[in-house]
């Protein structure tokens, strides 16, 4: 196999030589030597050409490998730059934001001394003001004074609850042969271990008051009784429109007296005034906007006859309030009366702020 291959391969290049061989003829030798010296002097010529020139190619070369790799070196260079530039126009928007945001900074901040400066103007006058008033008040018209003054005024508020009590006495039925009177509390304490007071234990000037012909009013109600109870919330009434004049404090529901005919105000009644209350004795002020209630039961409703009541006693109780007292209860008038009468007669009022 391998003989067969190299005598096919000597083949093709006696075949291939023969094809590449040319005949010249004899008559034409000259010419074509003539014609190969030229070419071969010509060769010989660009081949000198050839190594004159490759130095300078190789240089030109070299320059402009070296140039193109300086311009790629530029081009990298400007575009660090664009993009610093780029960077740059970002810092200085950012700068000037900044600067705007200081600007305002400094305005608030020129605003706020301003506004501390006059705080501390005024805190200074205040602090003056405040040290004068100390002085005022160690001086003669001081806090001493103002006591003095206050004791003074509790004991004139004592005498005149006590001539209210005087005119309308309270007494408190503790047997069949002995009446417990309110200046028998020692002390102005309360008694230890007692029981609030009912309604049929207290009563004023010997009238007792229930609330019973209130709450159930029938036939067979005691006609006497209505009247006493009626009498009773008169009086009551009267001492309550004295007494709170004197201790300086607006009752809540003003009073209308005629004795057993006494009428109390309410600006905001729970119940509804309806066209059978538009009389003379139930009237709605067309001025004043108020309702009155009528305190005894003599032709009158008994829900509004008990709201009355009920009106009467959150004013005493106000008034307990304002003592420093709690009321003993929404039905107790005549206890809850008599145990303000005792707060304000009690030594401790005077000492009371």
């Known amino acids: 196999m391998e003989g067969e291959s190299e005598r096919s391969l000597s083949e093709n290049l006696r075949r291939s030589d023969r094809e590449d061989?040319?005949?010249?003829?004899?008559?034409?030798?000259?010419h074509e030597l003539t014609r190969l010296w030229s070419l071969s002097s010509a060769l010989k010529l660009a081949t000198e050409k050839k190594q004159i020139l490759q130095p300078k190619l190789e240089s030109l070369i070299q320059v402009s490998t070296e140039s193109l790799r300086?311009?790629?070196?530029?081009?990298?260079?400007?575009?660090?730059?664009e993009a610093r530039k780029l960077l740059v126009d970002k810092t200085s928007i950012a700068c000037k934001v900044i600067e705007q945001d200081v600007k305002k900074k400094e305005d608030n901040l020129s605003t706020?001394?301003?506004?501390?400066?006059?705080?501390?103007?005024?805190?200074?006058?205040?602090?003056?003001?405040?040290?004068?008033?100390?002085?005022?008040?160690?001086?003669?018209?001081?806090?001493?004074?103002?006591k003095?003054?206050?004791?003074?005024?509790?004991?004139?508020?004592?005498?005149?609850?006590?001539?209210?009590s005087f005119i309308y006495p309270l007494k408190i039925e503790a047997g069949p042969s002995q009446d417990q009177e309110l200046e028998?509390?020692?002390?102005?304490?309360?008694?230890?271990?007692?029981?609030?007071?009912?309604?049929?234990?207290?009563?004023?000037?010997?009238?007792?008051?229930?609330?019973?012909?209130?709450?159930?009013?029938?036939?067979?109600?005691?006609?006497?009784?209505v009247?006493?109870?009626?009498?009773?919330?008169?009086?009551?009434?009267?001492?309550?429109?004295?007494?709170?004049?004197?201790?300086?404090?607006?009752?809540?529901?003003?009073?209308?007296?005629?004795?057993?005919?006494?009428?109390?105000r309410d600006y905001a009644p729970y119940i509804e005034p309806s066209q059978s209350d538009m009389s003379?004795?139930?009237?709605?002020?067309?001025?004043?906007?108020?309702?009155?209630?009528?305190?005894?039961?003599?032709?009158?409703?008994?829900?509004?006859?008990?709201?009355?009541?009920?009106?009467?006693?959150?004013?005493?109780?106000?008034?307990?309030?304002?003592v420093g007292e709690n009321s003993l209860g929404p039905r107790q008038v005549l206890a809850n009366l008599k145990e303000l009468i005792r707060i304000i007669q009690s030594p401790d009022y005077i000492d009371y702020l």
């Not at 009626?230 to 004795?259: D, N, Q, W």
């Not at 305190?295 to 509004?304: E, K, S």
Request: with cysteine.
């Open 21 to 30: 061989v040319k005949i010249i003829e004899w008559e034409e030798f000259d």
């Open 70 to 81: 300086r311009t790629n070196e530029l081009e990298e260079m400007r575009q660090r730059l």
């Open 112 to 146: 706020e001394v301003r506004s501390l400066l006059v705080g501390g103007t005024t805190l200074s006058i205040a602090k003056s003001k405040l040290q004068e008033s100390n002085c005022q008040l160690e001086g003669e018209s001081g806090y001493a004074h103002l």
């Open 148 to 164: 003095i003054v206050t004791n003074k005024l509790r004991k004139r508020q004592q005498f005149m609850i006590s001539q209210v």
């Open 184 to 225: 028998s509390f020692p002390g102005g304490s309360r008694l230890v271990g007692t029981k609030p007071l009912s309604q049929g234990s207290v009563r004023i000037l010997g009238l007792p008051f229930s609330m019973a012909p209130f709450t159930r009013m029938s036939f067979f109600t005691d006609k006497k009784e």
């Open 227 to 264: 009247q006493k109870s009626a009498t009773a919330l008169g009086y009551v009434a009267h001492a309550v429109s004295l007494i709170a004049p004197y201790l300086r404090m607006p009752i809540r529901y003003p009073l209308r007296l005629g004795g057993s005919k006494t009428y109390i």
């Open 280 to 322: 003379p004795i139930t009237t709605l002020s067309q001025n004043s906007n108020f309702v009155e209630f009528p305190l005894f039961l003599d032709g009158q409703d008994t829900t509004r006859a008990a709201y009355a009541v009920f009106l009467l006693n959150k004013n005493i109780e106000q008034l307990l309030n304002f």
